[in-house]
């Protein structure tokens, strides 16, 4: 089945405390990329990848780092989470040629709370 | 100014019901357009791209004018299980994404 996937789904952390927040898809995309949703704020970009070892910022890149070693893998990496990263976050996937290729496909999202 | 704007709604209407929702860009150069679904804080899901010939997908429309740069959805006999957000996005020509802060559709019986 293709589909992407995200873990942990659920994080309650500290503030400070690194943490990494994993992305898989089995579609062989060459882009994935990150979000994360607030309410009132719709879903924002924080950074994108358009093939391994290519990233780019997003709208909403501060705090975060991101890494793309191998295609299916895209690792959201918080260094020292502060409270203002709370928010729900997705994984997304697509490919960049072909028919169909606009269509982004999500993860299951990772709901993060930060003391 | 936000790069995507939409009516947050929400839109209560009764089954049956014709709704359409708007939505406007402020990127020029935005390349491509869609509508996608969401339910209840769950992933996204692609409904329609958005073409500029405007297209149509059973009780779906869609359409764009760059001109004045809105893009529009028109559902149709408007079914109990169309209640979801609806999410205006651009991507622009540097493969970024822009998303509307959603348009909430409730459908009553």
């Known amino acids: 089945e293709a589909q992407v996937t995200q873990n942990p789904r659920y994080l309650i952390t500290v503030t400070g405390k690194k943490l990494t927040v994993t992305c898989s898809q089995n579609?062989?995309?060459?882009?994935m990329s990150w979000y994360r949703q607030d309410p009132g704020l719709g879903l924002r970009q924080i950074y994108y990848?358009?093939?391994?070892?290519?990233?780019d910022k997003g709208d909403v890149p501060e705090g975060y780092k991101v890494s793309r070693k191998e295609k299916r893998n895209f690792p959201l990496i918080l260094e020292s989470p502060s409270p203002n990263q709370t928010s729900l976050y997705f994984c997304?996937?697509?490919?960049?040629?072909?028919?169909?290729?606009?269509?982004?496909?999500f993860g299951p999202g990772t709901r993060l709370t930060v003391t | 100014r936000k790069e995507v704007e939409q009516d947050p709604g929400p839109f209560n209407v009764p089954e049956g019901a014709t709704v359409a929702f708007n939505c406007t860009y402020s990127?020029?150069?935005?390349?491509?357009f869609f509508w996608y679904r969401q339910d209840c804080r769950k992933e996204p899901k692609l409904l329609m791209s958005?073409?500029?010939s405007g297209n149509e997908d059973g009780r779906f429309t869609a359409q764009l004018n760059r001109a004045s740069q809105y893009i529009s959805l028109l559902i149709r006999d408007s079914k109990l299980s169309d209640s979801a957000t609806y999410l205006c996005?651009?991507?622009?020509?540097?493969?970024?994404?822009?998303f509307g802060s959603g348009t909430k559709l409730n459908v009553k019986p």
């Open positions: 958005v073409y500029s």
């Open positions: 996005v651009v991507r622009t020509n540097f493969n970024k994404f822009y």
């Open positions: 579609m062989n995309h060459e882009y």
């Open positions: 990127n020029s150069a935005s390349q491509s």
């Open positions: 990848s358009m093939n391994v070892e290519v990233t």
């Open positions: 997304a996937s697509r490919g960049t040629s072909g028919r169909g290729s606009d269509e982004q496909y």
